[in-house]
């Protein structure tokens, strides 16, 4: 069994990575006008947040810390 050495080599990580892409250049270029600002800005950190928390859990020290930050991008993907 291999070790992870970095966050950057977690499959999730990678993914979350995909969902910030998808988001700033997909579905932000599509908005209306109107919520140009607003949600576009919701929709920036939300999408962002996801594999910041990843990577900052993957930093702890403690099991039940990584899961917790696991858990604040979990709920981050429920804003999207």
């Known amino acids: ?5 970095s966050f950057e080599e977690l499959e999730c990580w990678k993914a979350a990575r995909e ?4 988001v700033s250049h997909q579905v932000i270029k ?3 006008k109107d919520e140009q ?3 576009t800005s919701q929709l920036r950190r939300s999408s ?8 900052e859990g993957f ?3 403690h ?3 990584n899961i917790q930050y696991c858990r604040v991008g979990k709920a981050h993907c429920m804003n999207l």
């Open 59 to 61: 930093g702890r020290y």
């Open 48 to 55: 962002r947040s996801i594999s910041d928390n990843i990577a």
């Open 30 to 32: 599509k908005l209306p």
């Open 19 to 22: 969902v910030r892409i998808f």
């Open 1 to 5: 069994m291999s070790t992870i050495h």
């Open 37 to 39: 600002y607003d949600l």
């Open 63 to 65: 099991f039940q810390e």
